[in-house]
């Protein structure tokens, strides 16, 4: 079936520095959705996209999907302690249901 | 606006025995997910409903696990027997429509320990 992986697994950041987590899917994507999840909290959306090559920014967050659209990346510039959490990318195939992937935990050390 | 509501917030049983979760999706979207989240690993898709139909269920457990939405609305999940794995948060969440092009809203998540 289809499975969407994410790397690294943890990355642990000195305050300042930035960040970038990596989503590739075995299959095609139709879209993909980008959530934070804080430590003890529940996933909030960040994002959605659509169009292939499609570069969408948030302040210090910059998400990218791949041209084939079968990988995106989220980056982190000049991060934060509030950044901390974990990120996961969701990435659906078709339009009918979602898949995560198991996440890129951040730390960041003041 | 209110967000999706589950109930209850923690449960710990034993092996074996049976527990269910409770999730009001907000108001006014029409599917709503069950997701099994364990330590250190991404949401799980349990199953998917439309309105009160299933949409997706192929990663469901259907030997212990089922799921419920009777009106559309509310809906639950059932744990029977309990096993020592099914240790985990599970999260509930809705959205307007189908998740290609809807926000998913998740709710806090009941977290349940087998002991």
């Known amino acids: 079936g289809q499975q969407v992986m994410q790397i690294p697994q943890y990355q642990h950041v000195q305050e300042g520095e930035d960040f970038t987590t990596y989503c590739n899917s075995s299959?095609?994507?139709?879209?993909i959705q980008w959530y934070k999840q804080r430590p003890g909290g529940h996933p909030v959306f960040l994002i959605q996209?659509?169009?292939?090559?499609e570069v969408k920014k948030q302040k210090r967050l910059t998400f990218q999907f791949g041209e084939a659209k079968k990988n995106s990346s989220l980056h982190i510039t000049a991060t934060q302690t509030t950044d901390v959490g974990t990120y996961f990318c969701a990435g659906s195939p078709n339009n009918n249901d979602m898949r995560f992937g198991a996440g890129t935990r951040l730390t960041v050390k003041p | 606006e209110a967000g999706v509501a589950q109930s209850p917030r923690y449960k710990i049983i034993e092996k074996r025995q049976s527990v269910a979760f409770w999730c009001n999706p907000i108001?006014?979207?029409?599917?709503l997910y069950w997701y099994q989240q364990i330590l250190g690993q991404g949401p799980k898709l349990l199953i998917q409903f439309q309105n009160n139909g299933v949409v997706d269920d192929s990663q469901l457990p259907k030997d212990r696990f089922s799921a419920e939405r009777l009106k559309g609305v509310d809906s639950t999940l059932k744990i029977q027997p309990a096993k020592l794995e099914d240790s985990a948060v599970y999260l509930c969440a809705s959205s307007l429509g189908q998740p290609s092009t809807d926000t998913q809203y998740f709710g806090p998540g009941t977290r349940l320990t087998v002991l």
């Open positions: 108001s006014g979207h029409a599917t």
């Open positions: 996209l659509v169009k292939s090559g």
């Open positions: 299959t095609t994507l139709s879209n």
